[in-house]
């Protein structure tokens, strides 16, 4: 199956700096997501983005699929963006797709105030 | 709208008992997953459904786990004689479809089984 590899593992930062976070995938993809998993365990989908880049306020998203890989950007950051950010996939074979998600191990930010 | 919705929150179960684990997905999404997620892990796979039918049950870790969506709506997770090893956040999500298959996830079920 297709293998999701995220970097950093883990992350900390003060309160106001600015990451970046990596997801490196092994096959071609139809879909990509971008999930934060807060305290409480509910992911909250941040981008949809198999390629191209999107902005939603202090939070941005590229993702190269020629390349293979997705970046998210955090900045200005905030004591409630701590938790565990996922990249997702959907494979692609050959025009069609299988529907399911494949997660990375996830990147566990904490921002200190 | 209403989101994706689980139920219940939190099972506490014996093991070898019978569970169900229900699913109500965003109005009008025609495809439903089922995920499991353990502790430290990313969420991983288990069925997908597209309106009745169970178009891949690949992530099924064995013959102990099915699950139904009969009307093309909400769905259940069923779990034969649990075993402590089963114990793990069930996570549900919907898409709109296979085109649109933008994912939302519901808040998931924790599973404990002593």
């Known amino acids: 199956g297709i293998q999701v590899e995220q970097s950093p593992p883990d992350l900390i930062l003060q309160e106001g700096a600015n990451s970046t976070l990596r997801c490196n995938f092994s096959?071609?993809?139809?879909?990509l997501q971008w999930f934060h998993q807060n305290p409480w365990g509910q992911l909250i989908n941040l981008f949809y983005?198999?390629?191209g880049t999107k902005q939603n306020g202090r939070l941005s998203a590229t993702t190269v699929a020629t390349e293979r890989y997705s970046l998210l950007y955090i900045s200005s950051s905030q004591t409630t963006d701590s938790g565990v950010y996922f990249c997702?996939?959907?494979?692609?074979?050959?025009?069609?797709?299988?529907?399911?998600?494949?997660f990375g191990q996830g990147t566990i930010l904490t921002v200190h105030p | 709208g209403a989101g994706v919705s689980q139920t219940p929150s939190n099972k506490v179960t014996e093991k070898g008992k019978y569970v169900e684990l229900r699913c109500d997905p965003i109005?009008?999404?025609?495809?439903l997953y089922w995920y499991r997620q353990s502790l430290g892990q990313g969420p991983e796979f288990l069925i997908y459904?597209?309106?009745?039918?169970?178009?891949?049950d690949s992530g099924l870790p064995n013959d102990r786990f099915f699950a139904v969506r009969p009307e093309g709506s909400v769905s259940t997770l069923k779990i034969q004689r649990t075993e402590r090893g089963d114990s793990a956040v069930y996570l549900c999500?919907?898409?709109?479809?296979?085109?649109?298959?933008?994912?939302?996830f519901g808040p998931g079920t924790r599973l404990t089984v002593l």
């Open positions: 999500a919907s898409s709109l479809n296979r085109l649109t298959n933008e994912q939302f």
């Open positions: 983005i198999p390629s």
């Open positions: 109005s009008g999404h025609t495809a």
């Open positions: 096959d071609s993809v139809n879909n």
């Open positions: 997702a996939v959907e494979r692609n074979a050959g025009g069609t797709s299988y529907g399911k998600l494949t």
């Open positions: 459904f597209q309106g009745t039918g169970a178009a891949d």
